[in-house]
């Protein structure tokens, strides 16, 4: 072996104390220059130096600082905490550091770096560091075969391969059916190799992912941090949980962010609001929030921006309609911008506060675009966030208002020549929203502990998952093209941590006439997907209750469903905060060794559970459905019975797209409820699908009270598991509970309904008697209903 400097990592600044001495005897200095079991390894080369450290026996982070900077520790993305004993081999040709897991070797040379996990190759450099006129890159060797996923949200395929993709987040109004710069551009790629690689960097650049065919993926930027980090995972599910060990699990949003809103662009009063919330309560359309768009400050679109105020003369009474809504259990949200418009009332406090970005001279920099000559909001100047939290805290603690929609947040024009406190437009450009969120997650904490806050963004950046940001698509063209990439956009971006990316539904953007069939299957999709808001331009009504009884009674059936599978979703949402895994999911996570399936996005998983397949064109009876092997599946509508493995052409239905449930899936759901401050599960509506091939199988339904912060780990929750096992013309289900001390158990009324029954039971038992039951023999369901409480463990045992 050879000798080494060994040193101490403080606070992202190296201090050496010297064991033993080195000296180059050439201009590549490959030998190991300083190594800290628990650190990093140092490796010295003509034009800078390496720095790598190891934070779990899956991720590995390298870092290289050119010849004259010094070493940046700070990330935007990353939370995870570095350091765990590693491993370190030097030869006089190699090095190779890592765990039993991770490991990176470098060949001295010709040098080179590349990375592993458990002995198989993930990834290497090619030539490593290169700078340019305008820009400074890393480039890496990609498999000939292998597919890449990320880089934010782009309407460009599943595969990114091939594309030379922008970082720098820009809106794109009325996309349909490719765009390659949109709202959330991350420097993130994963590979169909199970692996990620982080460019942990904010400044604006590129990523070339193979686009001049050489089997190239090229990280781009204009300055700051050459670091990223390699995570490897054991399947796509562990991939998912280790990228959000390291940049951050989404909190659980509050219980009311999976109902139905009422939203458009906008409406202009309160009376118009107070009229539109009455439609829906007279129509018995579950309703949980109503968000007010621009109008709320503004009589117009253009000129009020950063008012940050009611119009009195359209909202007399906005602490009392807030509480009037509130009192019937709809919730408000308020939508604001960063932009401070020169002709707004708060301008001149503005200016005067310093809470502006600034030119060249440390005047407050203007600038024209769509809605007036602006200046922006300083997030990153303590004064500027101060100032804009100061504007949340009244309206949530004065007013009530319970959630927040952070707009133009890209931000929507930003000139280059604008600095801000920490550096230029550019250098935070891509963080902006990511940091205005976390500006509003960390008020949240400090000034209202006990409420969950509810923030919808368009813009954001790796890890913004962890300040419970709620993405959407942009703004969408109302067209069926628009609503083609919408299922490629969710599932890209739950990949990346951001689980959930959703849509207007609907669409946003134009459409010369209403279009119900467009309009009913793009609601009858967000049935499946994060959060179910329909949104759009106002000459063409968003909300189901100004449109025809037919499309009224079928927005309505979908929204009912919607409400109906609260304790499904609602425990989709607690993996995800305890994992990482995306709500919506890729067939490749339930059918990796397919390669066909791993560029399709028109069919996906929700959950483990249900495979849901939309509607994206005009007048289709018939759709070709891929279901994955290894499993039956069953229509959750007719449970008609598909062999999975293959595509199989299923005809299509006006009220309901195509949806199938896995064979032995439990689904929890309940009677439809007005809005989730009705919600409970005291009488819960179990769905066990039946397989005579599916010997045991299990399933599970997390509960708290839809509020309290952190209630799993203030142990303020009740997890319900369920059990089947299935041997010997004998099915048994498990009834088990796992409840958190500062929980209260109470007794439940379940309804257990067990689906494809072929045979009539010879006898149902819940514990040790026997109980009658409903055997509906015609559809093959047997319906067992009976009391549990929580505290002990229930058995059904089934004979056929």
Not at 106 to 123: D, M, Q, V
Not at 158 to 172: D, F, P, S, T
Not at 671 to 693: C, F, G, P, R
Request: glycine share 8%.
């Amino acid at each position: 072996m050879k000798s080494r400097f060994f040193s101490f990592f403080l606070f992202g600044t190296l201090t050496f104390f010297m064991l033993s001495c080195k000296t180059a005897t050439s201009d590549f200095i490959t030998n190991i220059d300083s190594y800290q079991e628990d650190r990093y390894i140092e490796i010295s080369r003509d034009n800078g130096k390496y720095i790598i450290k190891l934070y779990s026996d899956k991720i590995i982070e390298t870092s290289f600082i050119p010849t004259g900077e010094i070493f940046n520790p700070e990330s935007h993305a990353v939370v995870l905490e570095k350091g765990i004993v590693s491993q370190v081999t030097e030869t006089d040709k190699t090095i190779v550091y890592g765990s039993d897991g991770i490991k990176v070797h470098i060949t001295k040379e010709p040098f080179h770096i590349a990375y592993t996990y458990r002995g198989k190759e993930l990834i290497s450099e090619k030539t490593g560091y290169l700078k340019t006129d305008s820009t400074e890159i890393l480039n890496f060797n990609l498999d000939k075969e292998e597919v890449i996923y990320g880089a934010g949200a782009r309407v460009v395929g599943m595969n990114r391969r091939g594309n030379r993709l922008q970082l720098y987040n820009k809106a794109h109004y009325g996309y349909e059916t490719r765009s390659e710069l949109m709202n959330y551009t991350m420097p993130l790629v994963l590979s169909s190799k199970t692996y990620a690689v982080h460019f942990d960097n904010a400044p604006i650049g590129f990523l070339d992912i193979d686009s001049k065919k050489d089997n190239t993926l090229s990280y781009e930027t204009i300055s700051g941090r050459k670091t990223y980090q390699v995570v490897a995972g054991d399947d796509w599910k562990d991939l998912m949980d280790q990228y959000t060990d390291l940049t951050g699990k989404q909190p659980l949003p509050p219980r009311w962010a999976f109902g139905n809103f009422a939203s458009r662009f906008g409406y202009h009063s309160e009376k118009e609001t107070k009229e539109t919330i009455a439609k829906f309560k007279n129509d018995s359309i579950p309703l949980d929030a109503v968000i007010l768009d621009i109008y709320w400050f503004g009589k117009d679109m253009k000129g009020h921006m950063g008012n940050f105020e009611f119009l009195k003369d359209s909202f007399p009474n906005p602490k009392q309609m807030i509480n009037d809504f509130s009192d019937q259990g709809v919730k408000t949200v308020l939508i604001t911008e960063p932009f401070v418009l020169s002709t707004s009332k708060k301008w001149e406090e503005a200016v005067a506060k310093k809470v502006l970005g600034k030119d060249s001279l440390g005047n407050p920099f203007r600038f024209d675009f769509y809605f007036g000559n602006t200046g922006i909001i300083d997030i990153y100047d303590q004064k500027g966030k101060d100032w804009f939290w100061n504007i949340y805290k009244t309206y949530t603690q004065e007013y009530g208002v319970a959630g927040w929609w952070g707009d133009l947040g890209e931000p929507e024009v930003h000139p280059s020549a604008l600095l801000h406190a920490t550096g230029s437009a550019d250098e935070v450009h891509n963080i902006y929203g990511h940091d205005w969120a976390k500006l509003m997650q960390e008020g949240y904490q400090k000034d209202f502990p006990e409420q969950r806050p509810f923030i919808l963004m368009r813009a954001g950046y790796s890890g913004s998952q962890r300040f419970g940001m709620i993405p959407w698509s942009g703004d969408v063209s109302r067209s069926w093209g628009g609503l083609q990439p919408q299922t490629e956009i969710a599932l890209s971006m739950g990949i990346q941590g951001l689980g959930y990316m959703h849509s207007d539904l609907g669409g946003f953007a134009g459409g010369e006439k209403f279009d119900a069939e467009l309009y009913t299957r793009w609601l009858q999709y967000g049935v499946f997907q994060p959060i179910y808001r329909p949104h759009a331009q106002e000459h063409i009504a968003p909300e189901p209750v100004f449109h025809d009884k037919k499309t009224k009674e079928l927005a309505k059936k979908s929204i009912e469903l919607r409400y109906q599978m609260l304790p499904y979703n609602y425990t989709l949402a607690f993996e995800n905060n305890q994992t990482g895994i995306p709500l919506m999911r890729p067939l490749f996570f339930e059918d990796a060794d397919t390669k066909e399936l791993q560029t399709v996005s028109n069919t996906y998983l929700w959950g483990d559970n249900f495979l849901v397949s939309p509607i994206v064109k005009s007048g289709v009876v018939s759709k070709d459905v891929y279901f994955p092997k290894e499993s039956n599946w069953y229509d959750f509508f007719t449970a008609q019975k598909y062999e999975g493995g293959r595509y199989i052409t299923v005809e299509t239905a006006k009220d309901h797209i195509p949806v199938f449930v896995k064979g032995g899936s439990f689904i929890p759901m309940v009677a439809t409820v007005q809005n989730t401050e009705a919600y409970s599960t005291k009488e819960l509506i179990l769905h066990y699908y039946y397989d005579a091939n599916v010997k045991s199988s299990y399933g599970k339904l997390y509960d708290d009270d839809g509020k309290t912060p952190n209630a799993y780990e203030k142990e303020k929750y009740e997890i319900l598991n369920f059990e089947s096992k299935n041997t010997d013309n004998k099915l048994s289900i498990d009834f088990k509970a796992n409840t958190g001390t500062n929980y209260k158990t109470s007794s439940r009324v379940i309804s257990l309904l067990i689906h494809s029954i072929e045979t009539t039971p010879v006898s149902v038992k819940v514990g040790d008697k026997t109980v009658d039951v409903d055997w509906n023999e015609k559809e093959k369901v047997l319906i067992v209903k009976f009391e549990w409480n929580s505290a002990v463990i229930e058995k059904v045992g089934i004979q056929f």
